[in-house]
């Protein structure tokens, strides 16, 4: 037998070479594994980017429509009476030319001179609550945003040029929106 040529691999010292590579193939294993994941980190911030990018503009596009829709429903209680308070204008002009019509007749009975100012009152007020407010014009220049001019009649004093002399048609604002403009007569 022929064992004393043949040494065991122990007594030679260890197999360098195979840790080498053992550690070799773990490190190599290691780095793939390092840059998977970083890709797949890469991959998963941009996707939570995202979504959190379309979780912040559908929260701004939720608070716009919320914003809106109570801005419109303001506007709708706002002038929802709007229509009313048009029909009811006339029966306004009627008892402020009722009013005027008493007040210049000599013989008028004053009970009902009274009674006509005492219904045109209540009638405005209660209009007046509901946001109801008469356009100023006698005495102011003409504003196209309130005023319309039916007529211009020569005035004699420079300061009433341009100015509204008469109204012939009173003009109304409700909460702010001109519902009716004023017919006036300016001085020229």
């Known amino acids: 037998m022929e064992t004393s040529n043949k040494k065991h691999q122990a007594q030679n010292g260890p197999d360098v070479d195979h840790f080498k590579e ?4 773990k490190t190599e294993e290691q780095q793939t594994q390092v840059q998977e994941e970083t890709v797949n980190n ?3 911030q941009q996707k ?5 990018d379309k979780l912040l503009r559908l929260q701004a596009e939720f608070d716009n429509y919320r914003k809106r829709t109570a801005k419109e429903r303001l506007e709708l209680i706002l002038t929802a009476s709007e229509e ?6 006339p029966v306004l002009d009627d008892c402020q030319r009722a009013l ?7 013989n008028a009975d004053p009970h009902s001179v009274e009674g006509v100012r005492l219904i045109y009152s209540k009638l405005l007020t209660y209009l007046q609550g509901k946001g109801l407010k008469v ?6 220049a003409l504003d196209t945003d309130f005023h319309c001019a039916v007529a211009k009649i020569p005035v004699k004093e420079k300061k009433l040029k341009g100015k509204i002399v008469d109204i012939a048609l009173e003009g109304y604002t409700l909460n702010g929106k001109v519902i009716r403009f004023a017919n006036v007569v300016v001085g020229e």
Not at 48 to 52: A, G, Q, T
Not at 84 to 89: A, E, F, H, Q, W
């Open 42 to 44: 890469a991959e998963l």
């Open 100 to 106: 005027e019509t008493l007040e210049k007749l000599e």
């Open 22 to 25: 053992v550690a070799d193939q």
């Open 84 to 89: 009313v308070i048009k029909g009811m204008l």
């Open 135 to 140: 356009i100023q014009a006698k005495g102011h």
């Open 48 to 52: 939570l980017d995202e979504v959190s």
